[in-house]
């Protein structure tokens, strides 16, 4: 069983602190006492659907309470606390009946208006919920890269993946469990792209994934009212223990040439790193010119080399 390292919780953290001392150790930490504005006390099922009843959203829908692209399902609908009041999409309406013979669990992550081109920000798709939350100002207006209303059902679990902004995830209503791991464990973590294959943290397949239980394993949960900063590259998995809503904030850590100009969702790996694993691919299937015996040599040398550049001391 991995170890379980709690992520720390700090008191009332002004911005000076969080960026002098907490930032640059570039972890993860719970912020507490932050005044997130009136939004923890008024943000309930009933008054979301009341205020935000009219719009239009994507709800995810899933059979199962593990997440996964697979089993997931969305939903075009109204929100109104989370009841489904209409439906448009044709691929939900053919599995409407096997989803609502089972337990259904739902998901809402809010999108720009045109999801290929624009952001999420909830000052634009949610303005009339936007002036009851008071965001944390801890970082320079030009960072600010989108603002992401969640909803979930309870027992919800997201997979693990990771973002390339950095992000405050804020806990408005509800309780969230998080299970976080650092980028530096990312070879345990079995990727496709930008998510773990490892969808059951707690009971691992791990004759499946044998290495995973040496991913260091970070746990928090937040109450409402927390703040969780998760570092850009920190791999989560987020559970619902209770219906929940949240919002979260993600914000530039690099320079904004650096990022995808066609990443409207915060998890397109910056431009560099994409044409670096471009041109890794490409020196793989060049190996394929050599019989095994040579390929399997210069891969292990490929190898030497890249954790000879990559694996640097003075980062944890
Ligand atoms: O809180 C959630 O529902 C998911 C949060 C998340 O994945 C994120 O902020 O990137």
């Known amino acids: 069983m991995a170890r379980r ?5 700090l008191e009332g953290v002004t911005r000076e602190e969080f960026l002098q001392r907490i930032y640059p150790q570039r972890k993860p930490v719970v912020l507490k006492g932050i005044d997130l504005g009136t939004c923890t006390t008024k943000w ?5 659907s009341q205020v935000g009843g009219t719009k239009e959203v994507k709800i995810h829908v899933s059979t199962v309470p593990q997440m996964d692209f697979i089993k997931l399902c969305l ?5 109104t606390g989370l009841q489904k009041t209409s439906t448009r999409n044709s691929l939900f309406q053919s599995h409407q009946r096997a989803l609502v013979e089972r337990e259904e669990k739902y998901y809402l992550r809010s ?4 999801p290929r081109k624009d952001v999420a ?6 303005p009339l ?3 009851d939350i008071k965001i944390p100002e801890f970082f320079e207006k030009e960072q600010f890269f989108s603002s992401v209303f969640r909803i979930s059902s309870p027992g919800l679990q997201l997979w693990t993946h990771y973002d390339v902004m950095d992000n405050f995830l804020i806990q408005v209503t509800g309780k969230k469990r998080v299970v976080l791991f650092s980028p530096r464990d990312a070879q345990y973590l ?3 792209g930008t998510k773990s294959e490892v969808l059951n943290l707690d009971n691992p397949d791990l004759n499946k994934y044998p290495l995973f239980f040496k991913a260091r394993r970070f746990e928090c949960v937040l109450e409402a009212g927390d703040v969780l900063f998760i570092p850009a590259l920190w791999f989560h998995n987020v559970i619902s223990e209770e219906f929940g809503v949240g919002v979260n904030v993600f914000w530039k850590h690099l320079s904004s040439e650096c990022y995808d100009k066609t990443d409207t969702y915060g998890n397109k790996d910056p431009t560099a790193a994409s044409r670096a694993m471009q041109i890794l691919d490409r020196a793989l299937k060049t190996l394929d010119d050599l019989p095994e015996e040579y390929r399997d040599f210069y891969a292990r040398r490929m190898v030497l080399r890249i954790q000879d550049k990559a694996f640097s001391s003075n980062y944890e």
């Open 5 to 9: 390292i709690p992520v720390p919780q």
């Open 121 to 126: 920000d909830i000052r634009k798709q949610f």
């Open 75 to 79: 939903l075009t609908g109204l929100y």
């Open 129 to 131: 919920l936007e002036g």
């Open 111 to 114: 999108l720009g208006e045109d």
């Open 44 to 48: 309930t099922a009933d008054y979301i």
């Open 190 to 192: 079995y990727l496709s």
